[in-house]
């Protein structure tokens, strides 16, 4: 699904995010909450982003990048954390276009394409995700799909580096004491994976189940990438409407 002509789609994800982000924070006081991440402000949501872009900067142009508190408290910390906020994400957008097409630094996932499109794409969903999270906190529920920026290319793109690379990793919680197979299928693209969950790390790969599957997860890919990123409470179910269930409580990504 990740090709070299989407390192410019990436980058320009990033940029549309970081305006979406800023201007929906910048919107509400910092102490509002954020009712897509329980716990976090406002101000917890702006420090954790630009946090992760000048860590991730850091790796990129293969600098020490330690484990980003002293950066979070920075933000913390600072007069102005929307301007702090938008210098992070510029450091990020230079340091991705001087970076070499063989660049060579380590990346986390695993099915990532090369390190420079790998961290273009997931600084890309990172910063998108996190920016429907800013929408929530200025509407005070999670937004719906339609009323998001995010396209259908993008959408099924991070549906797709959560189920390949997120999903088999063995810290991730998704199981099932009796095996299940799941399939997820993007209604507006051709975009379709299967996911066979058991006791084990998940097992996933693109297209659809060569048998009939105990649950698919349906929907356009924006509904799909809200949800499934745990921004909404869909998507649509067919079949065994616990299997969603299971994903909602499981299937955690964190820093």
Not at 90 to 103: K, S
Not at 191 to 206: G, K, Y
Not at 236 to 241: P, R
Request: hydrophobic residues 45%.
């Amino acid at each position: 699904m990740v090709s070299a002509d989407t390192f410019e789609m990436f980058g320009d994800g990033i940029g549309a995010a970081a305006t979406v982000l800023r201007a929906n924070a910048g919107a509400v006081p910092l102490s509002t909450p954020v009712p897509t991440c329980p716990g976090w402000t406002v101000l917890d949501l702006l420090a954790h982003q630009g946090m992760v872009h000048r860590w991730a900067a850091a790796t990129i142009r293969g600098e020490d990048a330690g484990d980003g508190s002293d950066a979070e408290a920075e933000g913390r910390a600072c007069a102005d954390i929307l301007d702090w906020f938008d210098a992070g994400a510029t450091a990020l957008l230079q340091a991705l276009a001087d970076a070499p097409v063989d660049l060579d630094v380590p990346f986390f996932l695993r099915n990532a394409p090369a390190p420079r499109l790998a961290w273009a794409r997931r600084q890309c969903h990172e910063t998108t995700i996190h920016a429907v999270d800013a929408m929530a906190a200025r509407l005070g529920r999670p937004p719906l799909g339609g009323q998001t920026w995010v396209t259908a290319p993008l959408a099924a793109d991070g549906v797709d580096e959560l189920i390949l690379g997120f999903l088999p990793r063995r810290r991730s919680r998704l199981r099932s004491p009796s095996p299940l197979t799941i399939a997820v299928r993007a209604t507006d693209t051709d975009a379709a994976w299967t996911i066979d969950v058991s006791d084990e790390p998940p097992r996933a790969r693109r297209g659809a189940p060569s048998h009939h599957p105990d649950a698919t997860f349906a929907g356009t890919a924006t509904d799909l990438y809200l949800g499934l990123w745990n921004r909404a409470d869909g998507p649509s179910v067919e079949g065994d409407a616990a299997a969603l269930t299971l994903w909602h409580t499981t299937m955690r990504v964190s820093w």
